[in-house]
């Protein structure tokens, strides 16, 4: 039987990059199928989808509230076209009641030891409504390597520049922050995957750069140490979310080819200052998230939090906006608190101001999102400031004999030679 998976499009942030990372939950799913199911997927954000493309059953993949309605719409036209719709995926779970109003079935949890069920309820005519796994995780030795031979490779290279590939060693997260939604995905439990699941998935992924997607390596400091030690063999370059605040951590993360790494940054403290500048000693780069309009952010403290990210010298910076997304602490207290006034889903994106903040209007929030962007990146764009990291995992990747582009027709053009020719100048 032939399976149609699908990833919804959504609009990009104003200041996102323009390249696509591709997907990770749709492929960690399809290696969770049966073996006699053949798998065909779309990533909408980087091709057109074809529903006259000849299929049994159709799946769609939601990560965002931002990507529940288009998938919903899609859906709509299967469902149209007589086609039944299974919806599984993060924004499934969060957005579930609402999905069923689009789907034959839908499926809440993870999937690794399930699907065969699903399939076989599908081939008999008698899909369940819904699949409820979400307090039943199946064991995390379960996770095996995912499908990456579904990517269409070529859409996710950047002016001949070859992207990174997803990842994740574990699951879940210990803690529990007001605008997250991981602890009513996860439930508060840190799942780290066995080392050798770990190297067996590492060992499959033909590219030299990865973006570890675990919500926080920060978890564990001994599998933290564990899982640099065993990465260093494989002379990856990576990105992550937060590293353990330790040198002997940052050690071995840098020599495990630490790239850069997304911080949190929420105040001005010397802490921050100085957290950022063990990164740098390390060699490791960081990307800065900063969540703007939290209840005890003025505007004179944004500001104030904008210019400091300039004097440390962040790497790059991604600003959002806090957004009450479903089933975290922040929607329950604002929506008790009456403070929603846009429940578009569209409009979750965490770009786009959709409740009213304590100590400034909403539009003046948004309007400092906006100035926030343009103030960080107004002596430098983000395409240089990108362009000066990507020099940098080069440059290291000649060193230790792991530089390959993918394409040598494509990375010997704008981009990529302009990497080249950096380095060469240098
Ligand atoms: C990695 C990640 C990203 C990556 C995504 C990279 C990529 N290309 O995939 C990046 C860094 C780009 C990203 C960005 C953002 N993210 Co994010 N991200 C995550 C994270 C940490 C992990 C997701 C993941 O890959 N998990 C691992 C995979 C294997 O798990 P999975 O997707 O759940 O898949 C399993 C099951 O769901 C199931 N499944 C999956 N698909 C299907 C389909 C079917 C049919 C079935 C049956 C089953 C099924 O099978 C899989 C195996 O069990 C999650 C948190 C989390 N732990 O879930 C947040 C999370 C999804 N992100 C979130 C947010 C808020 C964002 C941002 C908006 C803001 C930000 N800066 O963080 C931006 C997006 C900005 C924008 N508008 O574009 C929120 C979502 C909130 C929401 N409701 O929209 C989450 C939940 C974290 C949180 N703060 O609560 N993110
Ligand atoms: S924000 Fe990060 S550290 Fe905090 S609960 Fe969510 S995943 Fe865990």
Redesign the pocket.
């Known amino acids: 039987m032939k399976l149609k998976l699908i990833y919804p499009k959504?609009k990009?942030?104003k200041g996102?990059t323009t390249f696509n990372?591709?997907?990770?939950?749709?492929v960690?799913?399809a290696a969770?199928l049966p073996e006699d199911v053949e798998v065909s997927f779309t990533d909408e954000n980087v091709e057109a989808l074809d529903y006259d493309e000849a299929c049994d059953l159709v799946?769609?993949?939601m990560?965002?509230?931002?990507q529940v309605k288009r998938g919903w719409a899609i859906a709509d036209e299967y469902r149209r076209r007589g086609k039944k719709v299974?919806?599984?995926?993060?924004?499934t779970?969060?957005h579930a009641e609402e999905t069923m109003e689009h789907a034959d079935a839908v499926?809440l949890?993870?999937?690794?030891g399930r699907?065969q069920e699903?399939i076989d309820d599908f081939r008999r005519g008698c899909l369940k409504r819904v699949y409820n796994y979400m307090t039943r995780q199946p064991a995390i030795e379960d996770v095996g390597p995912a499908r990456r031979d579904l990517y269409k490779r070529h859409l996710y290279n950047h002016k001949g520049v070859q992207m990174v590939d997803?990842f994740?060693a574990s699951?879940g997260?210990r803690f529990s922050c007001y605008?997250?939604?991981?602890t009513y995905?996860?439930g508060r439990i840190f799942r780290p995957r066995p080392m050798d699941k770990v190297i067996e998935d590492l060992a499959s992924i033909d590219n030299n750069r990865l973006?570890i997607?675990d919500?926080s390596l920060a978890q564990n400091k001994q599998w933290e140490m564990d899982l640099f030690r065993e990465m260093i063999p494989f002379k990856k370059k990576w990105i992550s979310?937060t590293i353990e605040d330790d040198p002997k951590v940052l050690d071995l993360a840098a020599q495990a080819g630490a790239w850069y790494v997304y911080q949190a940054v929420y105040d001005t403290s010397n802490y921050i200052r100085e957290r950022v500048k063990r990164y740098h000693d390390h060699g490791i780069g960081v990307e800065g998230?900063i969540l703007l309009g939290l209840d005890n952010q003025s505007e004179d403290d944004i500001k104030r939090l904008i210019d400091f990210l300039l004097e440390i010298d962040l790497d790059l910076a991604?600003f959002?906006v806090m957004?009450p997304?479903?089933h975290?602490k922040g929607y329950d207290d604002y929506l008790r608190q009456g403070r929603i006034f846009d429940f578009d889903w569209d409009h979750?994106?965490?770009?786009q101001v959709v409740f009213h903040p304590k100590q400034m209007s909403a539009e003046r929030l948004q309007e400092l999102y906006e100035y926030a962007w343009d103030t960080f990146y107004h002596d430098e764009s983000q395409e240089q400031k990108m362009f000066r990291l990507f020099t940098q995992v080069v440059m290291r990747e000649m060193e230790d004999g792991t530089f390959r582009p993918r394409n040598r027709a494509l990375a010997n053009k704008s981009f990529g030679r302009d990497v080249v020719r950096h380095i060469k100048a240098s």
């Open positions: 959504w990009k942030l996102q990372l591709p997907p990770h939950g749709p960690v799913f969770t799946a769609i993949s990560m965002l509230s931002t299974l919806f599984g995926g993060i924004s779970m969060l499926f949890g993870e999937s690794e699907m699903v997803l994740h699951r997260c605008p997250c939604a991981v995905l996860g973006f997607v919500n979310h998230t991604e959002t957004t997304f479903p975290t979750y994106n965490a770009g």
